[in-house]
């Protein structure tokens, strides 16, 4: 088992640590390298994949629950993405069931410098 393990849990009422098979986004349905399609996007993601390389995940992504999985709600995709790339198996992740907890969360560990 690896797992990406968030250095910082502020709500650690809603964290757990969540299989990375069972956590689904848009972005899983990209064909081919991920970094090729994110280049001709136009997505940023180069500084944020440096910083998780050197320094590990700061905050859990956040998810909510539908069905048999997890799907990401709002943040998380390209460390969802960085994490699957990197051969991670678990990820921290905040559960949510409510866009107020999202908001909340949001406004606490935002970082507009990834954006």
């Known amino acids: 088992m690896k797992e990406l393990r968030a250095k910082t849990i502020t709500h650690p009422d809603k964290h757990q640590m969540l299989p990375l098979e069972d956590v689904t986004f848009k972005w899983d349905k990209v064909t081919g390298k991920w970094t090729n399609f994110a280049d001709s996007q136009g997505i ?3 500084k944020l ?3 998780l390389e ?3 995940m700061e905050h859990p992504v956040m ?3 539908m069905n048999e999985g997890y799907r990401k709600w709002q943040a998380g995709g390209r460390r969802i993405i960085w994490a699957k790339m990197n051969g991670y198996t678990h990820i921290s992740a905040y559960v949510l069931s409510e866009q107020q907890e999202v908001d ?5 560990q935002y970082d507009e410098s990834y954006k």
């Not at 909340?104 to 606490?108: Q, R």
């Open 54 to 56: 050197k320094d590990g």
């Open 63 to 65: 998810v909510r629950k």
């Open 44 to 46: 940023n993601y180069k």
């Open 49 to 51: 994949f440096d910083s």
């Open 104 to 108: 909340d969360i949001y406004e606490a």
